[in-house]
């Protein structure tokens, strides 16, 4: 009975739980066992269970079966956590003649990863019958040859092993002749026919004999042979080789033609009898091309490619003949001596191209298999990680080697990593493999946004438009992706007691700084803004700088006068004696602009001057002085106009009126300067008025002109209503309505009062009342007066009206 998962006895149980400790103890390695030529998706063993994993585990972790050769053999059915067969297994194939034969893996497992050693021997099955390497011989015997003469040596091979390896050899039939088995060194059996009983060639000169070579399985195979033995006339001297055993070595991949060693054998006959030649009689159908024998001189020459790592020992059978039928045969064994001609393999095993930054010292890279099909000491191996990169490589299990960080890794300094893996093997000369894997680092939020200045100092004019752009600021950050990605945000702060947004925003994304309102310098001159940027990671980073935002001021303001001071209603006069002589300090005009630098520079102009060749004003400090001596025939009266201008571009200006009073006394001066005012006001109030009686006479205009319209309308009503009706026009007057020659009078006597004053400008109007309460209203026809009562009502509600009548 076969065992597919690992093997067990008859005890059950108790081995497995046996077994079980075993497997702990070495290091997680199992040994299953599955016959060969099992069909694909035979059970093998279940891996889960005998590691205690559960099997989603293995599913999960990723598990996965690695080997350099033979991974299609066995494959791993991750779902059940089992081992089934992946392809047909041929035992003969894998291994030759090699026992045990034996499987090597490696389960892998990540999230963490693992490391587990598998072991499948394939038991051989018999398959395979066994085979001579030819189907016919022919031998010669002289018939003067004793019993127990030897004529050849034959062999089958039978790529089995064990019990079903070859077991022995039969021959029929035995009536002269008969068969040895004997065993070469190796252990290979190998038949050698004799002579039984004498011969006679009168009687029987060919024979046919059947070779049947049987191996131990079951059921048991046979191959055959046929040998043609010919009975020769006497030739009683066999040739003898000079060694019963010939042995020799040769190096493998050595040249072809290269000599391996001269086999020698003697013949006491002479003549044709004496004649010896040599000829292969027994050899493996693997070796027939890698040999040349020659036939005269038996030298044994290379005539193919020696491959140590093919085949390590030779055995070749030799048969020396002479011309008579005398044979002998003997064996030649070729030991080949391994040369350092494999480089070592590496083969990756797992491997994640990709690690973050900040992974921990000792993390695990990679998991790579080394290994040399040489032998000895040529196949002994170091692998090292080539440069100074922060990475080294320890050795885990035998030929396996896992690659760790021992440093720490800096994606800003080296985004990527080109990790050689370097062996070398201590055969001599040495050979050395190189492997490289690219390593990206990956990145994490280690870096925080930096500005390219540490502070910044910007100017903006005054009276800017809200939304202009008044500096730009430029952060970078060093990380990749969304940790790179910089916002910008004004931090909040006041100044003048309002929140900083209410002047200022900023562009999340650019860092363009616009204000929000129009500065303006005499409030503000300078802003310090405080940004903040703040990059897109989980946590973010962030830094801050600040911006220096001075306002720069435009001439935006006109110079004000502060002295002399101007009133609406009285006027301000310097007075000068008329003893005043040349430079005379009348008055200083005191002017001040809010603005700054050149746009607060003031000077003085005398614009305006009842007379200019008696005043001038300095140009920079606004000083009236008189440019020569008063005189009795300058007026007392002395009206200036003094422009003050800034030194902006463009300037702005303010005018001021000083009025000067050239004379000794006070009261000289009082009329004219009452004048002076009572003139100002009436331009004040002759402008006012004027604008009045224009609105008044508009609307007056406007309602004599829909009352006529009216009036017209309601007439022609009433007369077409008159005309229907057909009754008679009798003239009506109202009472109190006298008509004195066609004009109108008026029963009372109105009297008015008019009274003036010395300045007509300033003169009073009196109108006087009449002893009744009357108002006149005027026909524009003026054909008559009517009286409205004091009641207000109209004529048209009195009873004897014609308008009532029905």
């Known amino acids: 009975m076969w065992t597919f998962g690992r093997e067990r006895s008859v005890k059950g149980k108790i081995l497995s739980l046996i077994l079980l400790f075993l497997i702990e103890t070495t290091v997680s390695q199992i040994r299953y066992s599955v016959p060969e030529e099992m069909r694909k998706g035979s059970f093998v063993g279940n891996v889960a269970e005998d590691l205690g994993i559960d099997a989603k585990r293995m599913k999960s972790g990723g598990a996965r079966m690695v080997s350099s050769d033979h991974t299609e053999y066995i494959r791993l059915d991750a779902d059940k956590g089992t081992l089934v067969v992946g392809e047909r297994i041929d035992r003969e194939q894998l291994c030759g003649q090699a026992s045990p034969c034996s499987l090597n893996f490696e389960m892998i497992m990540t999230s963490p990863m693992q490391l587990h050693s598998v072991v499948v021997e394939v038991l051989d099955v018999n398959d395979n019958a066994p085979a001579f390497h030819e189907k016919e ?8 040859a004793p019993p127990g003469t030897e004529i050849l040596q034959v062999s089958a091979t039978d790529p089995d092993v064990g019990v079903n390896a070859l077991h022995g050899y039969t021959l029929h039939p035995t009536t002269h002749f008969n068969i040895r088995v004997q065993s070469s060194p190796n252990g290979n059996k190998y038949a050698q026919l004799y002579l039984s009983h004498p011969v006679d060639r009168e009687k029987e000169e060919k024979t046919v004999l059947t070779l049947t070579a049987v191996d131990g399985g079951e059921p048991q195979r046979t191959g055959t042979m046929k040998i043609h033995v010919t009975v020769r006339d006497t030739n009683d001297n066999a ?92 064996n030649v064994i070729i030991e080949v001596i391994d040369e350092n001609d494999n480089a070592p393999l590496i083969t990756l095993t797992s491997f994640s191209n990709t690690i973050t930054e900040d992974s921990p010292i000792g993390t695990t890279v990679a998991i790579i298999n080394v290994k040399d099909l040489d032998s000895g000491k040529n196949s002994k191996v170091d692998c090292t990680v080539a440069g100074n990169i922060p990475f080294v490589i320890h ?101 003048s007691g309002n929140p900083i947004s209410t002047y200022l925003s900023i562009n999340a994304e650019t860092g363009a700084i616009q204000a929000v309102r129009s500065f303006d310098y005499e409030q503000i001159k300078t802003m310090n803004i405080h940004i903040k940027a703040q990059d897109g990671g989980s946590p973010p980073l962030s830094s801050n700088t600040t911006v220096k935002l001075n306002i720069q001021d435009q001439n935006d303001n006109p110079p004000q006068v502060l002295y002399p001071v101007q009133t609406g209603g009285s006027v301000v006069a310097e007075m000068v004696p008329r003893s005043a002589d040349v430079g005379y300090l009348v008055t200083k005009v005191v002017a001040v602009d809010v603005d700054s630098g050149q746009n607060a520079w003031l000077s003085y102009k005398l614009q305006k001057a009842t007379d200019r060749a008696l005043f001038e004003v300095g140009l920079q400090n606004g000083e009236i002085r008189t440019i020569r001596q008063v005189s009795d025939k300058d007026a007392v009266k002395q009206r200036l106009t003094v422009i003050v201008e800034d030194n902006g571009q463009p300037s702005r200006s303010a005018t001021v009126i ?36 224009l609105a008044v006479v508009s609307f007056l205009f406007i309602t004599c002109l829909v009352v006529i319209i009216s009036v017209k309308i309601y007439r022609w009503r009433q007369s077409r209503i008159l005309y229907q009706s057909k009754l008679p026009v009798i003239p009506y007057y109202p009472p109190r309505y006298s008509d004195t020659l066609g004009t109108g009078t008026l029963p009372h006597v109105y009297n008015y009062e008019v009274c003036r004053t010395t300045d007509s400008r300033k003169s009073d109007c009196k109108f006087g009342r009449a002893g009744s309460q009357n108002v006149l209203i005027m026909e524009p026809s003026s054909t008559g007066t009517m009286q409205r009562i004091q009641s207000d009502r109209n004529i048209l509600d009195e009873p004897d009206s014609p308008l009532e009548v029905s």
């Open 395 to 495: 050795s885990s299990l035998k030929s396996y080697y896992t690659l760790v960080t021992n440093g720490i890794l800096d994606r800003e300094r080296n985004p990527e990593y080109n990790i050689t893996f370097i062996a070398t093997d201590e055969g001599s000369p040495q050979l050395s493999t190189n492997q490289t894997i690219t390593l990206k680092v990956s990145d994490v939020n280690d870096n925080t946004p930096v500005f390219e200045q540490s502070s910044y100092q910007a100017n903006v004019l005054e009276n800017n438009s809200p939304g202009m752009m008044v500096f730009s600021v430029k952060a970078h950050d060093s990380d990749s992706g969304q940790n790179a990605r910089v916002s910008y945000l004004l931090i909040d702060n006041e100044l």
């Open 239 to 330: 040739p003898v080789f000079t060694q019963s055993i010939y042995k020799t070595s040769v190096r493998e991949n050595v040249s072809k033609g290269t000599f391996v060693l001269s086999l020698s054998a003697a013949d006491a006959d002479e003549g044709m009898n004496g004649r010896v030649t040599y000829h292969f009689n027994r050899m493996s159908s693997k070796y027939v091309d890698l040999f040349l024998l020659d036939e005269i001189s038996g030298d044994l020459t290379v005539n193919g490619r020696i491959d140590y790592e093919e085949t390590k020992i030779y055995e070749i059978g030799v048969q020396a003949k002479d011309q008579g039928g005398q044979s002998t045969s003997t």
């Open 137 to 144: 011989m022919h031998a010669e015997i002289v018939e003067s």
């Open 658 to 693: 000083v009025n000067v009073a050239v004379a000794d006394s006070f009261p000289e001066v009082l009329s004219e300067f009452t004048d002076f005012t009572h003139d100002k006001e009436y331009k004040d109030n002759l402008t006012f008025y004027l604008v009045l009686a």
